[in-house]
């Protein structure tokens, strides 16, 4: 059975398999197209539709349609209701899942269970682990979460045959911006940094181009109701992503708007959208200067080759900036796909993994897997036994993405605490290398005649580190009970541990006592019971496109 590659997009979803020529191809949705707009119609109470009418149905039916959810992955307390059934965006998420397995079933005619998701590399443990509940509930087998742009970077080495190099992908997608420098060294491949900013991509440029046609028409049309119809909005919206696509190769585009009995026939050239949408580039070349900088601290000098990523970087105002602003030569390749190509080939890479008994993929020095071993996992997993040798050694080496840390109290004045005394000290760090293990902190507790320690977990929720806890976010919590009354500045050790799929282990002991507790967070994730909940409120809808 192959295993699967899911490009899971805020605007535009892909799913795509390795074939048996060893080659990553997408598999194309109902309508016979590579990708399908991640939009939702809650049609009925037992019927949604998803993909391309969905998104047209947006316009009729605003309040049963959901775009743009991977913006709000992760977030706490998101609840939207349709026809009287509660829905988070991990059951948005499931659902478009469940469509594109569905289409992808009926084009191979093969059962679709074992998936490696992507999320953006800047995406947190929350929503990261969101993203795998959405697939888990959708009745698939996560192999794995990883980042876009290693994904890509996966998918262009695959195709590349030129040796060690580094690079920089540039990744704007339809909701999420990310640039991440990362290294290809023989068969690891690790990423060096990573930044962005996940309330920014293509929808923005949309929504600027709406705003300009808007304007043009009231202007034309003192007194309108436009601006007030729903109608009318959602057209706009539509019509400001065509004219977007289509100035990334037109000069100009008209169209003309119409409401009531009036019209307006609006001209757009590409200088104004460009001009109209300047800050917003000019935030993605921010984060990219910063990725450069961070990227020289870790020994990256320069870049061999930088890739563009996501349906936006065809906007030729992305290439011309990087090239005139730091003087890159980038490289549009597969912008659109790629994503779900790589996130394919490493779906084959983590299923060698699971294929292959125990230790027999120990790389050199290593006993390596006997040729029954590998015939008996190639033909489980549909390649040949040459490109699952290819296969067998390759590293892939994830990065931190935001600083994690612990919240205590200060003593005195520090200027970072807030009213109450209260600062994140941060024990992860940003872009530290995934396995990472930081030396244990130790704290004191805080008042004498103390019997629970609490422990509160937060990350960072800003672009940078910040020790302010209203710059970072909580993500979980534990208390060490039950202990004897503890004179104030008793030592409690915490140590933080993450594992290759980013999910975090924080032990703390009290250590006069011994007494400890133990905090696993694949966070975000959900308690069984809220799994099985979510199950059933997806499970009752039949799918379609
Ligand atoms: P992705 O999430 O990578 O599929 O990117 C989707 C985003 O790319 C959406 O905002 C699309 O409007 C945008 N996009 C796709 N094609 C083009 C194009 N030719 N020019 C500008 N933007 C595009």
Not at 71 to 86: K, P, Y
Not at 90 to 101: D, F, G, P, Q, Y
């Amino acid at each position: 059975m192959a295993t699967y590659g899911i490009d899971l997009g805020t605007t535009y979803s892909c799913i795509a398999y390795v074939n048996d020529t060893n080659r990553a191809v997408v598999v194309k949705n109902a309508v016979g197209e590579d990708s399908t707009p991640s939009v939702v119609f809650f049609e009925t109470d037992d019927n949604v539709v998803i993909g391309r009418e969905a998104k047209n149905s947006a316009r009729i039916y605003p309040n049963l349609v959901v775009s743009l959810i991977k913006r709000r992955m992760g977030e706490d307390d998101v609840e939207l209701e349709f026809h009287g059934a509660v829905h988070t965006p991990v059951t948005i998420s499931a659902l478009i899942l469940r469509e594109l397995c569905q289409s992808a079933e009926q084009n191979t005619h093969e059962d679709v269970r074992d998936v490696v998701i992507t999320v953006p590399a800047y995406f947190g443990v929350r929503a990261r682990e969101a993203t795998r509940a959405a697939g888990e509930i959708a009745g698939l087998n996560v192999l794995n979460v990883i980042p876009e742009p290693v994904a890509a970077a996966l998918h262009y080495e695959a195709i590349s045959t030129d040796a060690d190099r580094t690079i920089l992908v540039y990744d704007l997608g339809g909701g999420t911006f990310d640039t991440t420098a990362i290294r290809i060294e023989g068969q690891d491949i690790s990423v060096v940094c990573t930044d962005g900013d996940h309330k920014l991509g293509g929808a923005d440029w949309d929504e600027r181009i709406a705003d300009l046609l808007l304007k043009q028409f009231v202007e034309e049309h003192p007194g309108t109701e436009a601006a007030v119809s729903e109608d009318f909005l959602q057209e706009l919206a539509t019509a400001a992503e065509d004219m977007k696509r289509a100035l990334s190769s037109l000069e100009t585009r008209r169209y003309n708007a119409r409401f009531a009995d009036e019209v307006s026939r609006i001209e757009l050239t590409r200088t104004v959208f460009e001009n109209a949408t300047a800050d917003l580039l000019e935030r993605t070349f921010t984060i990219t200067g910063r990725t450069i900088d961070e990227a020289r601290q870790r020994g990256v000098t320069s870049f061999d080759d930088v890739l563009l990523v996501g349906g936006s970087t065809r906007m030729p105002a992305v290439a011309e900036g990087l090239r005139s602003r730091f003087g890159f030569t980038p490289k549009l390749h597969d912008p659109d796909l790629a994503v779900a190509k790589g996130a394919a080939l490493f779906a084959l890479i983590e299923s060698v993994k699971i294929a292959l008994p125990a230790g027999a993929e120990a790389g050199p020095g290593g006993a390596g897997p006997s040729p029954e071993d590998m015939e008996t996992a190639a033909a489980q997993l549909g390649v040949d036994t040459d490109s699952l040798r290819g296969l067998i050694g390759k590293k892939v080496t994830a990065v931190v993405p935001r600083a994690f840390g612990v919240k205590i109290l200060t003593t005195a004045g520090d200027a970072e605490a807030d009213d109450d005394g209260f600062l994140i000290d941060h024990l992860l760090h940003a872009n530290a290398v995934l396995p990472a293990a930081p030396p244990t902190q130790t704290y004191g507790t805080v008042e004498d005649g103390q019997t629970g320690i609490s422990v509160e977990i937060w990350e960072q929720a800003g672009a940078r580190e910040s020790r302010r806890v209203l710059d970072n976010e909580k993500i979980g919590n534990g208390t060490i009970t039950d202990l004897p009354p503890l004179p104030k500045g008793s030592p409690v050790a915490i140590s933080f541990a993450m594992d290759e799929m980013g999910t975090l282990r924080v032990h703390a002991v009290e250590t006069t006592t011994g007494k400890d507790l133990d905090i696993e967070l694949a966070i975000g994730g959900l308690s069984p019971e809220d799994m099985g909940q979510a199950r059933t409120a997806v499970g009752k809808y039949t799918v379609g496109a």
